[in-house]
């Protein structure tokens, strides 16, 4: 649990992941914020990163400044260290002084020459799965205290949670727009079918079957075919369906 020091001394970082929240039209935008804040709240750390890894090769996708970006890329080329660690296992991983750490030997050569000598690595869960990990680095030995390590880790868990509600709402986005492109293309073709049906004098399904046909002789979308033929009969090109809103209840 949290002392009321820590609780203090994050809440101006707490009111900022919220306000990146209303604030961010993109997750790009939140998580490059998101990691600037972390930086400046866990002192003294020299920049930080997040790395996530998605059905693939670990990557990052913000980070702070060019330092924590070719310390996670050290690692990423090593395919070792300590934001892997945490990531694969989903537990916190702390370098103390990373002169005497010698659990990588591949990344801690490189990181030194960077000037990399103390980190701390949280691992960002989101829905029980680790997804992440906020990667915080500092050119000082042992620069993370026990304080520090609390701020981290209250941090990373309230960032946790603040990137499951921007995920869960670009994914919404990404549905809303699913459906009103696919209202969209709806709108079109059946336009298309009733001009298909006046031309030849035939019922829905045979006017859709031709269409069909169309679209599979011309290698082109079945969208596009009733488009075309809706703007050789008007002039016009088809006009765009009323966009898809959620209706909402009452109480």
């Not at 994050?10 to 993109?26: C, I, N, W």
């Not at 042992?142 to 949670?161: C, G, I, L, P, Y």
């Not at 809706?230 to 009452?250: H, L, M, N």
Request: charged share 25%; hydrophobic share 45%; glycine share 6%.
């Amino acid at each position: 649990m949290m002392s009321e020091t820590t609780e203090s001394h994050l809440a101006p970082a707490y009111g900022r992941l919220l306000t990146l929240l209303a604030d961010s039209p993109h997750v790009d935008v939140f998580l490059d914020q998101l990691v600037r804040v972390a930086a400046e709240v866990v002192s003294p750390a020299a920049g930080c990163g997040m790395t996530v890894r998605r059905d693939g090769p670990a990557f990052t996708v913000a980070a702070s400044n060019d330092l924590a970006a070719r310390a996670d890329e050290i690692q990423y080329g090593a395919d070792e260290g300590p934001c892997l660690h945490a990531l694969h296992s989903g537990r916190i991983v702390e370098v103390p002084d990373l002169r005497r750490d010698d659990r990588w030997p591949r990344y801690r050569e490189h990181a030194l020459e960077l000037g990399i000598a103390c980190s701390l690595s949280l691992p960002m869960t989101i829905d029980g799965e680790t997804l992440g990990a906020l990667n915080l680095y500092a050119t000082e030995p042992t620069a993370f205290d026990a304080k520090a390590r609390r701020q981290a880790v209250a941090f990373a868990e309230q960032s946790s949670a603040a990137l499951t509600v921007i995920l869960r709402q670009a994914e919404q986005a990404l549905v809303h727009q699913q459906l009103t492109d696919a209202m969209a293309s709806r709108s079109v073709i059946d336009q298309a079918l009733g001009v298909v049906m006046g031309q030849q004098r035939c019922t829905a399904t045979e006017a859709f079957a031709l269409l069909r046909q169309a679209s599979q002789h011309r290698n082109r979308k079945l969208r596009d075919v009733a488009a075309e033929i809706i703007t050789q009969v008007t002039g016009r090109t088809p006009q765009p369906a009323a966009e898809f809103v959620v209706s909402r209840r009452d109480d």
